[in-house]
């Protein structure tokens, strides 16, 4: 392999690492996105809201969220960040960074506004802010899965990185000459 392309591989191993790493909370984010339900079965915002839980949406956000900037701040550092695949694999990551920090903040506005129900001045005041709610929490949901979207699409410039290490692996094999075989000497020749 020349010089220069080994500059831009991202060692293998540390491709597979990475991947492996950003399996974890790619699939957290989507599991989250779809398990963490506002509205109860009828579409309506219950009776009787738990603040906690409410809030533990919004603890569990920012855990998720504090992983993927340490990943992304952890990818930035190596050298490998400053090569083709991993600039691109580091705007992958710095949006899934973006993504899951807006994601907490919404939850922890739905918890704020759940805490605040029962002070609600009047029916219509009531009303708004369950409606704040209920388009907080969707968008707190929303930008979990484009967190895992963009973590996806890391996996996959990685995936496709290795396909690149396989391709100059099998060519630099092709290319190297096989040298011919030794003549065999015939034993009444000595």
């Known amino acids: ?3 220069d392309i080994q500059r831009e591989l991202i060692p293998r191993d540390e491709a597979l690492r990475l991947i492996g790493t950003l399996t ?14 506002l509205l109860d079965e009828s579409g309506h915002v219950p ?3 738990s603040f906690t839980e409410l809030f533990q949406h919004a603890t569990d956000a920012q855990d998720l969220s504090r992983e993927v900037l340490r990943l992304t701040a952890d990818f930035g550092r190596s050298p490998h960040s400053a090569n083709r695949a991993g600039r691109a694999t580091l705007a992958h990551l710095a949006t899934a960074s973006t993504m899951s920090t807006r994601a907490s903040s919404h939850f922890a506005e739905t918890a704020e506004t759940a805490l605040g ?3 609600a001045s009047s029916p219509t005041d009531r009303q708004y ?22 973590l996806r699409d890391a996996v996959k ?16 094999h092709r290319e190297s000459p096989v040298p011919p075989p030794l003549p065999r000497v015939s034993p009444r020749h000595r």
């Open 1 to 3: 392999m020349e010089p």
């Open 24 to 37: 974890s909370p790619k699939s957290e984010c989507l599991d989250y996105a779809k398990q963490w339900q």
């Open 47 to 49: 009776a009787e809201l």
């Open 117 to 119: 129900l029962p002070n």
């Open 129 to 150: 802010r369950e409606n704040r709610m209920v388009i907080d929490h969707a968008t707190a949901r929303g930008y979990l899965r484009r967190t895992s979207v963009a």
């Open 157 to 172: 410039e990685l995936d496709d990185h290795l396909d690149f290490h396989r391709f100059f692996r099998a060519h630099s």
